[in-house]
């Protein structure tokens, strides 16, 4: 049974900072990317940063600069800092792991963190 455990959100004010974590577990395959969605009221899922296998990273371009996600493969936990908060990024967070196996790719999604900027 796959868990992804969230957690770090919360209220803070425009130009604050956050720290995101997702820990997961029970499941023995290979982790090839993990990462965190955002999804605002009335818009669609967005990506918003991913680090998959090694370091390598990328980031949506709202959020560049300003976010910086990293990885403790020990862990297998997924943190995303997020600075320079602006009320934009009001969403709901939610983490991702891409486990393979057999050269397919499983996704699975945690339950998801609310962050809310005050401007």
């Known amino acids: 049974q796959v868990q992804l455990v969230e957690s770090g959100g919360g209220l803070v004010q425009a130009g604050g900072s956050l720290r995101l974590s997702c820990a997961a577990s029970?499941?023995?395959?290979?982790?090839?990317?993990m990462g965190w969605y955002r999804q605002a009221p009335g818009k669609q899922r967005e990506v918003v940063a991913s680090?998959?296998?090694?370091?390598?990273?990328s980031y949506a371009d709202s959020v560049k600069g300003r976010f910086t996600i990293s990885r403790d493969n020990a862990k297998n936990t997924v943190y995303l800092e997020m600075n320079s908060l602006k009320p934009e990024d009001t969403a709901v967070y939610y983490c991702?792991?891409?486990?393979?196996?057999?050269?397919?790719?499983?996704?699975?999604w945690g339950q998801g963190t609310q962050v809310t900027v005050s401007s």
């Open positions: 029970g499941n023995g395959f290979s982790i090839n990317a």
């Open positions: 991702f792991v891409d486990y393979l196996r057999n050269y397919a790719i499983y996704k699975y």
């Open positions: 680090i998959i296998t090694g370091s390598l990273t």
